[in-house]
């Protein structure tokens, strides 16, 4: 029983606030553990500097309006130290969106509402009351619309997405398109004879016996020329006897080999060739005639029938003469096909290097790569295509390099006088429509754009529209 009375003790202290109370004024919750005290040998409480722990404070020089630790930790709550980004005042704002404020306008007598809802921040002034209620109302207000138009922006942003699926799409058709082409432009640049013997399968039929006839042509003038040789050597040796021998010696076999020899002599100018070499050949082309239609009229040569015969074969069996002649290609017609194939070629690298290319997530900026937004802005009309320049009237502000964060990036800009060469960086916040919203040089030539887009729309445009969002003061 006692238990349970002193736990709902403990529950109505913590829901009372008692213990916020006790909090160390300015520390955000997720550092309060950095604020517990230690306690000393003679018992007191103290406290180290976060920066350097080897300065020790009593615990109650925290928040005393004295700057004892040089990061400023001891005075989270005051600004009696000098300021530390690090080290900024925490707003509770209870019920709306925690902040922090710098400490140097901590009680300056300026109510921070868009900072510190709660007023919190003019603890000892006491001169702003809490308003976060009426604030919540503004931005929830202020929210529902955004809602819409962010609703609109995201099915654009959607639709662009799809856009850019498509894009893609019809890129790598492209691509596959001047592929095939140039396939076929290859195909057809096939030497003539290797195509003949593609197409047509049959004359290979004939080129063996085409072969064996060569083949045997050659040996037979190989064997010719080796039996002229012999007949010249004893040609040779038998005028050597017909005009050296002593007529005197009644040698009857001499004298009989000299008078045959002298008949084959007068004999030799009319012979013929031997038969068996003509009907060797005869029975080949026997052969090639077995496979090939019927012939013409005789022919006057043997090398202009075989030639004939080839010639009927291919017709026959590959569709006929065109067949050559289409083959054939002209020099000129190659020489076109080497320009269309080079054409192609450049083609096919620009479509190549455009797959690669970095548009974005989800590729998003392909949808959008040639889409343009003008807008005046001060004194100047500026032009900007998504993938590709931006203008200031005439002058080239940059040229599109990335898109991070984002935002996208131009450089490469016309040449600033006495200065760099123009850059740009257009910060993208989310809307339905793509709009330039405001233009600033924070430093010479170098351009700082704000613009709305579909594309920009994440799922952190909740933080979006709070950052965006401007308090009514007139309301409050
Ligand atoms: C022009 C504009 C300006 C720029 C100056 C620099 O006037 O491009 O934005 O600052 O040139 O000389």
Redesign the pocket.
Known sequence: MKTTLGLAIIAVLYSSGSTKAERIRGVLPSEEHLYVPEYSDTGEQIWRCLGDPSIVLSYNQINDDFCDCPDGSDEPGTNACPFNPERMFYCENEGYYPNYIENYKLNDGVCDYDICCDGSDEYATGKCPNKCKEIKEQFEEYKKNALQVIESATNNREKLILDAAEERKMVEMSISALRNKLKDLELAEKPATEKIENENTNVNKIKPHLDAVSELLESQIKSEALKDKKIEYLESVLSKLMNGYNPNFNDLVVKESVSSFKEYLSNSETETPKAATKEDLNRLTDLILANIPEGEDSTPTFGNYIHQQYLKAIEKFSGGQQVLENTKISTEKQSQNEKLKKQLKQELVIYEGDLDRDYGPHEILRAVKSTRIGGKLDE?NYLLEFFGTIY?DN?L?GQFERFENNALYYSNG?K????PK?SAVVHLLCGAESKLLSVS?PE??E?SFEMTSPIACDNNSEKEILSKFRINYDLL
């Not at 600033?416 to 200065?419: A, F, L, V």
């Open positions: 100047y200031q002058v502000i016309a600033c006088w006495n200065g123009r040089e010479k030539c351009y």
